[in-house]
């Protein structure tokens, strides 16, 4: 319960009898604990915004046929790094008819790549999902519908 006292009216024996003379450290302790937070979220961040040395955006596409579709992929990245980028068709209703992942290998720093991507049926969206120097990137996997199986990539 409260004290209709506040420390200043009180002597310092009564401030010490009845509990007053501490400082409150619940309400700096959680400021520190949300300052810290705070801090931790931007630096994690300002890694996840930093930290990928490889720049890749695709240029163009086209849809050749109903087989099949051509990409072009831009890939900036340190010469010396192998770049695996996933790449993904879908149809009108948003379902995939072709998902292929290609391996740049070590070379320029700046690569312009055609990739002929093999559809199960038209294309009416092309994507590149990303790229990674660690393997496969972190992306949605293939989501063909239940029984259908990827084809063979690439188309040739």
């Not at 959680?30 to 240029?59: E, Q, Y």
């Not at 790449?87 to 292929?100: E, K, N, P, S, T």
Request: with cysteine.
């Amino acid at each position: 319960m409260p004290t209709p006292f506040t420390r200043d009216q009180l002597s310092p024996a009564m401030q010490e009898r009845y509990g007053l003379d501490r400082r409150p450290v619940g309400r700096w302790l959680a400021i520190g604990l949300l300052l810290a937070a705070f801090v931790a979220a931007l630096a994690f961040v300002a890694v996840g915004v930093t930290g990928n040395p490889i720049d890749s955006r695709m240029v163009a596409w086209e849809a050749v046929a109903a087989d099949h579709i051509d990409m072009t992929i831009q890939v900036k990245r340190p010469a010396e790094l192998e770049v695996t980028c996933a790449l993904r068709a879908q149809d009108a209703r948003r379902i995939d008819v072709g998902y292929a992942t290609l391996v740049v290998p070590p070379g320029e720093a700046e690569v312009l790549l055609d990739y002929p991507l093999r559809t199960l049926a038209p294309a009416s969206t092309a994507e590149l999902l990303g790229c990674s120097a660690d393997g496969l990137p972190n992306v949605p996997p293939p989501q063909f519908p239940p029984g259908v199986v990827p084809p063979e990539q690439p188309w040739s």
